[in-house]
């Protein structure tokens, strides 16, 4: 099977496997790991930041980061195809008392006039607008990549009323390879950002927190409350470390399967794609004009071995990652190519 339904469905390579059992380990709980240590100090230079804490997964640095920058009250401001607003099991609701501001997009990009509308004015009867959330890049959006000057428009409008400005980077190096622009010049001025390990970089768990020393420490105690601080994490953090040396090339790869793919699909009728689609690793569009559900679509792939996402009643979402090479890409391409051809003449 060829398999695109997400990057997160990667296995950890050969390499990454003989990596993680070389590890040198120690107490993580107690700073005491050096292959944990190393990893942070190695995404926090990346993302040019003082400190980074390896957590279990991206939704806990999403959720550390909430509750460390705000207090029970407190209003966030996301876009509203989010992960922290849609599938985050209303983490910052349930655990931070953090209602939710989340602005309606169509690519998921908001702007910074959008945002400083959504801030809302100091008075008893209002919450407090706290913080602004930036997803680099959109998951349920399709893969879009944020403009850097928009995101540092959005940055200092945030910071100038006193929220702070968070990046969710679970595919930020996705972004760094289809624009050239430095992982470290996203996150410039950011008070916190984040990568997830366990998407297209391909190892089996983890993500890493970066931030002031400061924000860190307090992050450090949330994962530690939340029940996410580890012992012998060397072994999970060596998967890391080779990804960062091994998989970096791969990411640039994976956006240019996505590009190829939405070349295979661009002239087709009845498929509904946005002209931002394929900017990254994730081809989004819409089968409403092929008078067909997601689920018809995809279960017409599934047969012809190719596994695409269904994402609400009418779109597909396309994920290329690691663990589907160039035939098999080409195969996808002409896999969903027929079936949206098919559905046409049907239609
Ligand atoms: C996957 C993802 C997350 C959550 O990361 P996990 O490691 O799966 O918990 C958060 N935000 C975005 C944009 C994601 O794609």
């Not at 169509?106 to 008893?124: C, K, N, S, W, Y």
């Not at 960062?244 to 498929?271: C, E, F, M, S, Y």
């Amino acid at each position: 099977m060829i398999d695109l339904f997400s990057d997160t469905q990667t296995r950890p390579t050969p390499g990454m496997r003989e990596a993680m059992a070389r590890a040198e380990v120690g107490d993580e709980q107690s700073g005491s790991d050096p292959t944990t240590n190393a990893l942070c100090e190695r995404v926090a230079a990346l993302l040019g930041m003082e400190a980074g804490v390896f957590m279990p997964s991206g939704t806990m640095c999403n959720l550390a980061s909430i509750l460390v920058h705000t207090r029970r009250g407190d209003e966030i401001v996301v876009d509203d195809q989010s992960h922290i607003y849609n599938t985050e099991a209303a983490g910052a609701a349930a655990l931070g008392g953090v209602s939710v501001r989340a602005l309606p997009t169509r690519v998921g990009l908001f702007t910074a006039d959008m945002v400083e509308a959504a801030i809302r004015p100091r008075q008893r009867t209002a919450p407090r607008s706290a913080l602004v959330s930036i997803e680099q890049t959109t998951s349920f959006s399709g893969g879009t990549v944020w403009d850097l000057a928009e995101m540092r428009r959005i940055r200092d409008v945030a910071q100038g009323c006193g929220l702070v400005a968070h990046i969710d980077g679970a595919r930020l190096l996705n972004a760094v390879a289809a624009t050239g622009i430095p992982a470290a010049d996203y996150a410039e001025g950011f008070d916190s950002a984040w990568i997830d390990l366990s998407k297209g970089l391909g190892c089996p768990v983890g993500a890493v927190l970066c931030g002031s020393a400061a924000f860190v420490e307090a992050a450090w105690q949330w994962k530690y409350r939340l029940g996410g601080a580890m012992r012998q994490s060397g072994v999970l953090a060596a998967a890391g470390l080779y990804a960062l040396d091994h998989h970096i090339a791969q990411l640039a790869r994976d956006n240019a399967h996505a590009a190829q793919l939405h070349r295979a699909v661009a002239d087709l009728p009845g498929l509904g794609l946005d002209p931002t689609a394929g900017q990254s690793n994730i081809l989004f569009f819409s089968v409403e004009g092929l008078g067909i559900t997601a689920a018809d679509f995809a279960a017409a792939c599934m047969k012809e071995g190719v596994r695409v996402r269904a994402l609400g009643t009418h779109h597909i979402r396309v994920t290329t990652n690691l663990d589907v090479d160039q035939a098999g890409i080409a195969r996808a391409a002409e896999v969903m190519r027929a079936t949206a051809l098919a559905f046409a003449e049907r239609s």
